[in-house]
Every structure is written in structure tokens, then in C-alpha cells.
């Protein structure tokens, strides 16, 4: 709220510096001048608070992946209806409270229709500021969310992977266990009944075989 009441006399002074508001505007009573800016400062306050809910209700109907084209021109139209709403709010309050200020005359001077531009323009761009904060802060919110999510299934898919690996080995050790040692063990009875050398190879061999099975399971 503060951003935007900022925001508000900066772009004023910015757009015409040398404006008849900007004359005498220290000129005033301090009383005056406490009611412009409480009058101001209401008025942004209503228009922050209309974006974000405008915002706040389109994430809902109209999000931003659904349809980029449609969000964008329904965030434009409904923020520039509710600016030109609350503007013309704002003119009647300063309507009752200033009377003086409240006589129409037959034509408007270039200086008023001026000030009315200028006043439509500034909270346009306070308006479109806010727009862009909000839809920022809506997508790094929403990347940040799916590479959570994306990073949550990649642990999840190693935690499946390094499972199923546990279980492969598992069943494998059960199987092999108990016949495994077995049946090589009979073969190698017989080669060395046979063959005393390739006996000897074969032990080797299969120590070998058993030494990897032996380190891999308590690696896992």
C-alpha cells in the first residue's frame, strides 16, 4: 500500500512537474493537505486491494497456463474497470469534502482536463504495477512449486530404483545360496578327481565369484 501511494505522487510530479497542483501544493494548511493524503492514500489502498483480489479470482477461473491470451485481457479490462470505478469514487469524496472544488462549469478548462488525464494515467500504471508484482511473484511461486515437485520425484524414482536393486540381490542370494555352493562344490570334487590343476582353477574361480557377491551385498 505504501508502494502504491508512493508510486502515486511520484508518476504525478514526473508526468507534469510544473502543473498548477504542484505550485502552490505546500501552500496549503497542513489540514488540507492530511486530507488529500488520507483521501490518497484510501484511494490506492482500494486499488491494490482490487488487483489483488481480481488476481486472486482469475487464479481460480482463468489461470495463467490455461490460457495466457484470455488471463491477460481479462486482467487488463477488470483492473481499468475498477480503476475508472474508483476514481470516480474518489472525485465525489473530494466533492463533499471541498464543495468549492465541486462547481461545474459549462466547459471544463485544458488545465482540469489535464489533471483528469493524468490522474487516470497515474492509477493506470499503479494499477499495472501492481498487476505485474503479482503475476511475477504467481510464476516464481509456481516454478518454485514444480521443481519441488520435480525434485521430489527424482528422489522417490532413486528411492524405487535403489529398492529394487535391494530385492534383485536379495532373491538372488536366496537363490544362490544354498545351491550355489552346492553344486559348485560337486564340480569341483570331480575335477580334482580328474584334473588337479583345473580343480585348482576352478576353486580360484569361484572364490572369486563369491568374494563379489559377499562385497556387493554389504554395499547395499
Known sequence: MIFAFVLHYLVSYILDPYSEFWQDYFGRSFSELLTEWGISFLFCFLI????????????LRVPWPQNKSKRLFLEITLNFSAVMILILMNMVCFAILDPQSAKVESVPSIE????????????????FMII????????????????????????KAAELRQA?????????????DPHFIFNNLSVLSELILEDQQLGFEYSENF??????????????
Open 48 to 59: 491494490s486491494e482490487a488487483s489483488i483480489l481480481i488476481h486472486r479470482r482469475l487464479n
Open 112 to 127: 482540469e482536463i489535464k489533471g483528469m488525464l493524468q490522474w487516470i494515467v497515474v492509477s493506470l500504471v499503479i494499477s
Open 132 to 155: 505485474s508484482i503479482n503475476t511475477m511473484s504467481y510464476l516464481i511461486n509456481n516454478w518454485i512449486e514444480t521443481a519441488t515437485e520435480m525434485s521430489e520425484h527424482k528422489i
Open 164 to 176: 529394487s536393486v535391494e530385492a534383485e540381490l536379495n532373491a538372488l542370494k536366496m537363490q544362490l
Open 207 to 220: 572364490a572369486k565369484v563369491y568374494r563379489f557377491l559377499l562385497v556387493n551385498s554389504k554395499k547395499i
